[in-house]
């Protein structure tokens, strides 16, 4: 499967911004898709993951109750809502999809290219 993350941008402190991760293939609702994020000088973190169908989701503590994820296995896309920007969310944003559902990066085969999200104090 192939991944294409999209929707980043510049926000100010507070406001929202919504991420999209487009896959290829019909195997695409076959898989977990995460979320993950990198800063400058830092490891690449674990965001929040959704199960194969969106019956499932898990989140990182430090986005938990302000990013929302989603998927439309229709539309073959996993969307990432992010509301109440912080600073500290300025990154690279990921998108990866797993057969084993979890937050480390080495259950992930599929990567897509990253979106950059800067968010203003």
């Excluded at 991420?19 to 979320?35: E, K």
């Excluded at 073959?76 to 797993?98: H, R, W």
Aim: hydrophobic share 35%; proline share 2%; aromatic share 12%.
């Amino acid at each position: 499967v192939q991944l294409q993350a999209s929707g980043g941008g510049f926000v100010q402190a507070g406001g929202s911004l919504r991420l999209s991760c487009a896959g290829s293939g019909r195997t695409f609702s076959n898989y977990a898709i995460g979320w993950f994020r990198q800063a400058p000088g830092k490891e690449r973190e674990y965001v929040a993951v959704i199960s194969w169908r969106g019956r499932g989701a898990n989140y990182a503590d430090s986005v938990k109750g302000r990013f929302t994820i989603s998927r439309d296995n229709a539309l073959n896309t996993v969307y990432l809502q992010m509301d109440s920007l912080k600073p500290e969310d300025t990154a690279v944003y990921y998108c990866a999809a797993t057969s084993v559902m979890g937050r480390t990066t080495t259950l992930y085969d599929y990567w897509g290219q990253g979106t950059q999200v800067t968010v203003s104090s």
